[in-house]
């Protein structure tokens, strides 16, 4: 079945620092989605990429989908207090989602 | 608009006993539902989804099961829950494929 892989783990982050996350597939998706969980809460649905090549942007969040779409990355720049939490991608299937496990976020004030 | 409702939020149970999570979404119809757990720390795991009412398929063999009686309405259930049951159990609906999923609050079970 349709799995999805996501590195790094862990990425702790300085404030004001630049980084990514990166979801690779074994297949091609139909589409790929971006959730975001804050620490004690629920996933929440950030965006969606359908197109190969495609690029997103959400303030400080850009969100790129490859020409393959076998794999997709999440870059965040200027990070803030408020990013903390675990990003997830997952990739769309028949009627349901593969979730990566996600890379949990951690800012140095 | 659409809202998703889960309940309880926190429960304790011990070894043996039944459980029954129930998800409830309103605003839609014929939404597909899903069941996920989610290990301390860990991915979200796929427990069970419905396309329809009576319609429950499940992803991973184990010591649940689901039910789906009313449109809008998702139920996880144990006849004797383990140790292993333990983790944080979201609810999710969308209203087809290729949107997004809008999770429940969860639940938060420790079996003791």
């Known amino acids: 079945g349709q799995q999805v892989m996501q590195i790094p783990q862990y990425q702790h982050v300085q404030e004001g620092e630049d980084f990514t996350t990166y979801c690779n597939s074994s297949?091609?998706?139909?589409?790929i989605q971006w959730y975001k969980q804050r620490p004690g809460g629920h996933p929440v649905f950030l965006i969606q990429l359908v197109k190969s090549g495609e690029v997103k942007k959400q303030k400080r969040l850009t969100f790129q989908f490859g020409e393959a779409k076998k794999n997709s990355s999440l870059h965040i720049t200027a990070t803030q207090t408020t990013d903390v939490g675990t990003y997830f991608c997952?990739?769309?299937?028949?009627?349901?989602?593969?979730f990566g496990a996600g890379t949990t976020v951690t800012v140095r004030a | 608009s659409q809202t998703i409702h889960q309940w309880p939020a926190t429960l304790v149970q011990p070894v043996g006993s039944p459980l029954s999570l129930e998800c409830t979404v309103e605003?839609?119809?014929?939404?597909?539902l899903y069941w996920y757990r989610q290990a301390a720390g860990r991915g979200l795991q796929l427990l069970f989804y419905s396309v329809g009412i009576g319609q429950i398929s499940s992803e991973v063999p184990q010591n649940l099961s689901a039910s789906r009686p009313q449109d809008r309405q998702f139920i996880l259930s144990s006849k004797k829950l383990l140790l292993s049951d333990s983790g944080f159990y979201l609810c999710?609906?969308?209203?087809?494929?290729?949107?997004?999923?809008?999770f429940g609050s969860g639940t938060r079970l420790t079996v003791v």
């Open positions: 999710a609906w969308r209203e087809e494929t290729g949107d997004g999923y809008t």
């Open positions: 605003g839609t119809s014929n939404p597909n």
């Open positions: 297949t091609t998706l139909s589409n």
């Open positions: 997952a990739g769309d299937g028949d009627y349901k989602l593969s």
